[in-house]
Nanobody, 121 residues
Framework: EMRLVESGGGSVQAGGSLTLSCVASFSYNPYAMAWFRQGQGKGREGVAGIDTEGNTNYADSVKGRFTISRDNSKNTMYLRMNNLKPEDTAMYYC????????????????WGQGTQVTVSS
């Protein structure tokens, strides 16, 4: 069974940057992957997705600030987050095996445990 392990979260000030990583345990990963986030007291929302060919999809709230990428040779997906804002504070989750478009929690089958991102003003 595929395991997804996130890393790279932390605490930064507004305007700062972080890069999240997600390593998939499968040696062969044919799935689209995505990043979701869940702020305190909020539902889990899709942030960005990427398919095996490198096509990407972003939530409007992060367009121009976040960049999703993947290295298939390393079974790793990344999320580069620039110009972070306090409203980006959330637990960030890696997900796999779902659609590239229409990022919704119920449509993704495999999940990591999450990594916390905290942005202070």
């Amino acid at each position: 069974e595929m395991r997804l392990v996130e890393s790279g979260g932390g605490s930064v000030q507004a305007g700062g940057s972080l890069t999240l990583s997600c390593v998939a345990s499968f040696s062969y990963n044919p799935y689209a992957m995505a990043w979701f986030r869940q702020g305190q007291g909020k539902g889990r929302e899709g942030v960005a997705g990427i398919d095996t060919e490198g096509n990407t999809n972003y939530a409007d709230s992060v367009k121009g600030r976040f960049t999703i990428s993947r290295d298939n040779s390393k079974n790793t997906m990344y999320l580069r987050m620039n110009n972070l804002k306090p409203e980006d504070t959330a637990m960030y989750y890696c997900a796999a095996d779902g659609p590239l478009y229409g990022l919704a929690e119920y449509r993704y089958k495999r999940w990591g445990q999450g990594t916390q991102v905290t942005v202070s003003s």
